[in-house]
């Protein structure tokens, strides 16, 4: 892993990092407020429907979410943050979740990953039972990045998509379409080794634009994997590595110049 590229400015706003685990048999509004009572010096940013589980199906299938039935009210999911939304965390029935937002200093997968173990070990005590471990051993782990890459430095604006991202070309179609004023877009890879699909590597690239006129592209990188018997902490760091590497292969050399790219 300290092989992996690295930039002087990378465009980094935020890391979020996840854990799935098998759920717990219930979690509404008394376990949300239990949670959030755990979280000192945290403010409720609000407490909403639980996201549906991630599902990543083997390449070629196409499976629906995954219904999971508890008892009691609908599942809520609880979100809480500290010190001026730096830090932001995420409760539900079988999710927790930590993400750090750019303030001063640029976020980092170093300072998000211990933070979701405290996130976890906080809401285990509020609840009175382990998570991330039997019986709530973690099924899935996602990492997210996401970037917002500004107009202006290296590119001048949303025409010219391709001189950030390498599956843009500068001929788009046939004339009269061979330009386009803005483009979307969005892809994924399939993670396998040794033959066994262990996950994906999703990039999706949307065109910002303001009223003052300020254009920029958000690039969201989610690398997600099935933990099964493997070491927790070694599969988040198999995320943060596929982000790294995919973050770089799919953008061009001319905007790693110009983000200090160091190695």
Same mark, same amino acid.
């Given at each position: 892993?300290?092989? $992996?590229?690295?930039?002087? *400015? &990378?465009? +980094?706003? %935020?890391?979020?990092?996840?854990?799935?685990?098998? &759920? $717990?048999? !219930?979690?509404?509004?008394? %376990?949300?407020? /239990? @949670?959030?009572? /755990?979280?000192?010096?945290?403010?409720?940013?609000? @407490?909403?429907?639980?996201?549906?589980?991630?599902?990543?199906? &083997?390449? #070629?299938?196409?499976?629906?979410?995954?219904?999971?039935?508890?008892?009691?009210?609908?599942?809520?999911? +609880?979100?809480?943050?500290?010190?001026?939304?730096?830090?932001?965390?995420?409760?539900?029935?079988?999710?927790?979740?930590?993400?750090?937002?750019?303030?001063?200093?640029? &976020?980092?997968? #170093?300072? +998000?990953?211990?933070?979701?173990?405290?996130?976890?070990?906080?809401?285990?005590?509020?609840?009175?039972?382990?998570?991330?471990?039997?019986?709530?051993?973690?099924?899935?782990? %996602?990492?997210?990045?996401?970037?917002?890459?500004?107009?202006?430095?290296?590119?001048?604006?949303?025409?010219?998509?391709?001189?950030?991202?390498?599956?843009?070309?500068? /001929?788009? #179609?046939?004339?009269?379409?061979?330009?386009?004023?803005?483009?979307?877009?969005?892809? /994924?890879? =399939?993670?396998?080794?040794?033959?066994?699909?262990?996950?994906? $590597?999703? @990039?999706?690239?949307?065109?910002?634009?303001?009223?003052? #006129?300020?254009?920029?592209?958000?690039?969201?990188?989610? =690398?997600?994997?099935?933990?099964?018997?493997?070491?927790?902490?070694?599969?988040?760091? !198999?995320?943060?590595?596929?982000?790294?590497?995919?973050?770089?292969? +799919?953008?061009?050399? *001319?905007?790693? %110049?110009?983000?200090?790219?160091?190695?």
């Amino acid at each position: 892993m300290t092989d $992996l590229p690295d930039y002087e *400015r &990378p465009p +980094v706003v %935020e890391v979020a990092v996840a854990v799935q685990f098998v &759920p $717990l048999p !219930q979690f509404g509004m008394r %376990e949300a407020v /239990a @949670v959030s009572r /755990a979280f000192e010096g945290w403010d409720v940013v609000d @407490v909403l429907p639980a996201l549906e589980p991630m599902v990543e199906p &083997p390449p #070629g299938h196409v499976v629906a979410p995954e219904l999971r039935f508890g008892l009691g009210n609908p599942p809520v999911r +609880v979100i809480l943050s500290s010190e001026g939304s730096h830090w932001v965390a995420q409760v539900q029935q079988d999710r927790v979740a930590a993400h750090e937002r750019k303030i001063a200093e640029r &976020p980092s997968f #170093g300072n +998000v990953s211990p933070q979701l173990a405290n996130v976890a070990a906080r809401a285990a005590r509020a609840l009175d039972t382990p998570l991330l471990d039997e019986p709530h051993r973690p099924e899935m782990v %996602e990492v997210v990045y996401e970037n917002e890459i500004l107009a202006g430095e290296g590119w001048r604006d949303l025409s010219e998509m391709d001189q950030v991202l390498r599956v843009f070309s500068d /001929a788009a #179609g046939a004339e009269p379409y061979e330009a386009f004023e803005q483009a979307q877009i969005g892809f /994924a890879y =399939s993670l396998i080794e040794d033959d066994r699909f262990l996950g994906r $590597l999703r @990039v999706i690239a949307d065109p910002q634009a303001d009223p003052s #006129g300020s254009q920029s592209i958000h690039l969201r990188l989610i =690398s997600r994997r099935i933990v099964d018997n493997h070491d927790l902490d070694s599969v988040l760091e !198999q995320c943060h590595a596929d982000i790294v590497l995919g973050f770089t292969a +799919v953008t061009t050399e *001319r905007m790693h %110049e110009i983000w200090g790219r160091k190695k």
